[in-house]
């Protein structure tokens, strides 16, 4: 695991942190207990479909008690393991490059990712948007036939020094007229997902209603003051 406050890569096992001396006693048992309700979330589903089936074919009483005993044994114990779960505030932080939730410290436990600096994480259908002190991360998704939920792609890093423009606005089509985060990026390479207008390399993501606040507030920070259009200094 890693160390939550300064990052460091140690066993799984280790007590205390190598470098700062933190103790990792909550982070393991919340990796431990997180691991604990993956295996319920993927087993329990199967297994109730294979009853789901007997029952069908065969008809027996005997599955269908089975099927009630086996969902209150799973609903037990995942509030149990709640009880068991470290508790880290209100507003834990949501990692943008594992998914891991839930642990509200400087570092993921899991994969060591830099969350002191993540300003809001935002998830739309086809992309992901994190808000860095630094720099603005896009990840791309898209459906697999050999997965049922979306894909996330490595992200597209638009440096906030580089970027200019940056506004909340309304992206009309010919059906809707939703919000979206556009900017300016500066930069000679147009990468994806930037299109090239004139001499311009221009991004536009659409955004959720529900987040049009939240990313407007944090436009507001004096970190993205050089970055907004003229319109919004």
């Not at 008809?59 to 209150?72: A, D, S, W």
């Amino acid at each position: 695991m890693y160390c939550p406050i300064c990052g460091l890569k140690n066993s799984f096992n280790s007590k205390i942190c190598k470098s700062c001396g933190k103790d990792l006693k909550g982070g393991r048992d919340h990796l431990k207990i997180a691991r604990y309700k993956q295996v319920i979330a993927m087993t329990l589903p199967v297994v109730l479909l294979i009853i789901f089936i007997a029952t069908t074919k065969y008809g027996y009483e005997y599955f269908q008690y089975l099927g009630y005993t086996i969902l209150f044994i799973a609903g037990f114990s995942i509030l149990f393991l709640e009880t068991r779960s470290p508790s880290y505030g209100q507003h834990s932080r949501y990692c943008p490059n594992c998914e891991h939730s839930n642990f509200n410290e400087k570092f993921c436990i899991k994969c060591g990712y830099n969350l002191e600096d993540i300003l809001g994480y935002f998830i739309t259908t086809n992309h992901d948007i994190e808000m860095n002190r630094n720099y603005i991360n896009i990840y791309r998704k898209y459906a697999s036939e050999s997965a049922d939920d979306m894909v996330k792609l490595a992200p597209e890093t638009f440096k906030l020094n580089k970027i200019r423009n940056l506004r909340v606005s309304s992206c009309k089509t010919l059906f809707s007229n939703k919000p979206c985060l556009k900017f300016e990026y500066m930069d000679e390479k147009c990468k994806s997902p930037a299109r090239k207008h004139g001499d311009k390399c221009i991004v536009k993501m659409n955004i959720d209603k529900k987040n049009e606040y939240e990313i407007n507030s944090i436009l507001c920070m004096g970190i993205y003051s050089e970055a907004l259009s003229p319109q919004n200094v």
